[in-house]
């Protein structure tokens, strides 16, 4: 393997670690609120949308508001 294509490797590598949490799991930071993918704000964060756009953009099966509560779509 040529050091271009390694350091190329290297840097894809780096930019999945640090892209933003959507694969962790619901109901994420206490102060946002999330799009979560199962009911009863359980599976994994979506996106970070308002209750109306996580059911109809990212099809969110539920949603957790910034002051705790829990939201079944």
């Given at each position: 393997?040529?050091?271009?294509?390694?350091?190329?490797?290297?840097?894809?590598?780096?930019?999945?670690?640090?892209?933003?949490?959507?694969?962790?799991?619901?109901?994420?930071?206490?102060?946002k609120?999330?799009?979560?993918?199962?009911?009863?704000?359980?599976?994994?964060?979506?996106?970070?949308?308002?209750?109306?756009?996580?059911?109809?953009?990212?099809?969110?099966?539920?949603?957790?508001?910034?002051?705790?509560?829990?939201?079944?779509?």
């Amino acid at each position: 393997m040529s050091l271009k294509l390694a350091a190329a490797a290297c840097a894809a590598v780096m930019v999945l670690a640090t892209s933003p949490s959507y694969a962790a799991s619901c109901p994420g930071p206490k102060s946002k609120q999330v799009c979560c993918s199962a009911r009863s704000c359980s599976g994994r964060v979506l996106s970070n949308r308002d209750q109306h756009n996580c059911k109809v953009k990212s099809h969110g099966k539920s949603w957790h508001a910034a002051n705790g509560r829990c939201v079944n779509l």
